[in-house]
């Protein structure tokens, strides 16, 4: 049973001195990684033995955010422990396949078994992480394959609440837990295997006008004045903001709809403070964090901070008594003879239909962006654009909502994208902050000011992919690289996988860069640029405080690609989350917020901006508005 070089006792003493406990060591290296030293580095292959060797073995693999290290067991034909050791994946996302799947190949034997839903990528890299272990310890990957499926039991299943809710994304979690707070009673269907919807996928900040938390911070006053002081300073703000389109101001500047936002974001923060979600120090700190009045989410901006306060959320809503069917998918409304809406018809991947009544029903299943057939009839411009969103946002919520005599508003306008890198679709939206540099196209051009309304800059990139040769690239040089792993402004460092994956790749010189790649006038864009960073002066695009390249040490170049993310469509509402008929009139019964509702922001005119915030506000208010009626 034990191969040479170890007996069945030594390994028994070495798994028990666990400081030293590693039987054998051997990683799996993609050829562009290249460290040493700390256990994050460690380069070591390990030689494939002749035979069966049994051991504890650490291997790693590539994830969606950076490497997964995971240790796993063999003992006389089995595996007897795995474990994910370390890893950097989103929070409230991969967090739970790196718990979930060792224990289930534990159980099961078997590296096949099912992903979780929500997670796979996690899921996949920690299964080939294992399947790794199991061929450095000599075994055959076959003998432990087993396919594992969820048990189907066909069966009809009901349940009653005050409330049913439609997805446990940000709208369902913050309208759920508040609903339960003010003790109604709550059931939240998810088809997902995970709670949080595009919740952890955001940057965590939330804009906010005049809340408590202020107050308490503002001892100068600095910022009572500001569009921070109150809702209407900030109003005033966006009534005058470029980004208004006069085109779409149904309200003349009234903006019913963002007021409403921010009267209610600052409710949501104290809300949130109040209870135990974190939220870093807001301010300026000399050689230290630079994130200004905006609250982020605790541990920070891309740091997981969504993803902590949304999984906070969940466990508040299970604490409370909250009902959460996982893996479970909504699929009609119910309605009675009045046209009232009375509850909804799911299926679970477990084999239950379920009906489930309720006072109230609130949507809250998110956009419709991986849905290509909705994207094709609300955005034909967009037809046959990758989304890179969480794949569960495919409109289900809306094509509900229409079918009980729902309205659809805001489709048709400009869709904004943000960068993410080309082969791995790994995103990198903040890069030029955290990462200063350039963007060029195919032919080395600089495709201008990516600083400035960035996400519609990207989404015109990607616009014009043919006619700018048909790729990008970031250019930047060692002191961005740097920058790239920690990064003051947000705390971020966040994209260190561009160099794990290998997808940053360091030429020698820019004419090396040149030839390779065939950016033939790279050279004379990052001349112009650094012309303009040295003379402290705007670009010819309109930039700012370009960023001086330097290449005497070479240059960094890192293939991207501007990704659409989101939709600005979706189920007409009133200001208190009331589900509306094209004539105004209200379908009873019937709430909705979030995604499926569209962006507030298109709804009273302005571009696009932050959906995150609008989801929390309108998620708050839908607890309100249901609580007060129900
Ligand atoms: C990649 C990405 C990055 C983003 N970054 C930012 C950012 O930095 N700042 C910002 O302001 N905004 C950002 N946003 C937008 C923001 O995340 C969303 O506007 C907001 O989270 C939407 O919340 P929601 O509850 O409406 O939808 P979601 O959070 O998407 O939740 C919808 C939930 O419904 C579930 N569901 C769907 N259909 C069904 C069904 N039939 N049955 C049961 N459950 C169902 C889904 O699985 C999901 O859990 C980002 C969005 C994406 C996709």
């Known amino acids: 049973m034990f191969g040479k070089g170890i007996s069945r006792r030594d390994f028994i003493k070495g798994a028990a001195a666990s400081a030293v406990g590693i039987a054998a060591l051997g990683l799996v290296e993609p050829a562009a990684a290249k460290a040493e030293g700390t256990p994050q580095e460690i380069t070591t292959t390990a030689e494939r033995p002749a035979g069966k060797v049994d051991g ?16 796993t067991t063999i ?6 422990a795995c474990q994910v050791l370390s890893h950097e994946e989103t929070m409230g996302i991969g967090n739970y396949a790196c718990a979930r799947i060792p224990k289930a190949i534990v159980a099961n034997q078997s590296i096949n078994v099912p992903n979780v839903r929500g997670c ?9 992480a294992v399947k790794e272990a199991i061929e450095q310890a000599g075994y055959d990957p076959a003998d432990f394959s087993a396919e594992v499926k969820t048990e189907v039991v066909e069966r009809e299943e009901s349940a009653e609440a005050d409330v049913i809710i439609v997805g446990a994304g940000t709208v369902g979690l913050v309208a759920g837990a508040r609903l339960l707070e003010k003790g109604k009673s709550v059931i939240l269907i998810e088809k997902r295997d995970i709670p949080g919807g595009s919740m952890a996928m ?13 107050k308490k911070y503002d001892v100068t006053g600095a910022l009572t004045n500001s569009y921070y002081g109150s809702v209407e300073n900030m109003m005033e703000f966006w009534r005058n903001h470029p980004f208004l389109n006069p085109e779409y101001d149904r309200f003349d500047k009234a903006m019913p709809y963002m007021t409403a936002q921010y009267e209610n974001t600052g409710k949501v923060i104290d809300w949130f403070t109040g209870m135990g979600i974190g939220i870093n120090p807001l301010g300026y700190y000399e050689g230290g964090l630079q994130t200004g009045y905006t609250p982020y989410l605790a541990p920070g901006c891309y740091e997981g901070g969504a993803g902590y306060a949304m999984m906070f959320l969940e466990q508040r809503i299970q604490g409370l008594g909250g009902k959460i069917l996982y893996g479970t998918e909504a699929t009609e409304l119910i309605t009675d003879a009045n046209g009232k809406v009375t509850g909804v018809k799911a299926k679970a991947g477990d084999g239950a239909s379920w009906t489930l009544t309720g006072k109230a029903v609130l949507l809250a299943s998110g956009g419709f962006m991986r849905n290509a057939e909705m994207i094709k009839q609300y955005y034909p411009e967009y037809e046959g654009q990758f989304f890179n969103c969480a794949s569960a946002s495919t409109g289900d919520g809306i094509k509900m909502g229409l079918a009980v005599g729902a309205y659809m508003e805001c489709t048709g306008r400009a869709l904004p994208a943000y960068l993410s890198t080309d082969a791995s679709k790994f995103e990198i939206a903040l890069i030029h902050h955290s990462t200063p540099g350039i963007m060029v196209n195919a032919r080395g051009e600089n495709f201008g000011n990516i600083v400035s309304d960035n996400h519609y800059k990207m989404a015109a990139a990607k616009l014009a992919l043919e006619e700018n040769g048909g790729a990008y690239y970031y250019v930047f040089d060692d002191a961005a690289a740097c920058t790239n792993s920690d990064f003051d402004g947000y705390g971020m460092n966040t994209y260190k996988a561009i160099f794990e994956k290998g997808e940053a790749v360091k030429y020698g010189s820019v004419a090396e860069a040149v030839e390779k790649l065939g950016l033939t006038n790279l050279q004379a864009s990052i001349d112009a640029n650094n012309a303009a960073a040295l003379a402290g002066e705007a670009d010819a695009f309109g930039r700012k405080n370009c960023p001086y390249i330097e290449t005497r040490n070479g240059v960094w170049i890192l293939k991207v690609d501007p990704t659409f993310y989101l939709t600005t469509g979706g189920l007409a509402i009133d200001t ?18 979030g995604d499926v509702t569209g962006s507030i922001e298109e709804k009273d005119g302005k571009k696009y901006g932050m959906g995150f915030d609008a989801a929390l506000a309108y998620g708050y208010i839908a607890g309100e508005t249901i609580d007060a009626e129900v």
Do not use: N, Q
């Open 202 to 214: 955001t940057y965590g900040g939330v804009a906010v006008a005049g809340c408590e938390l202020y």
């Open 56 to 71: 504890k073995y650490v291997t790693r693999a590539i994830g969606h955010e950076s490497y997964i290290y995971v240790a």
């Open 576 to 593: 208190a989350t009331h589900v509306l008929k094209e004539d105004g009139s209200t379908i009873p019964g019937l709430y909705a917020a």
């Open 75 to 80: 003992f006389e034909g089995k595996i007897t």
């Open 120 to 128: 796979s990528i996690t899921s996949m890299a920690v299964k080939r």
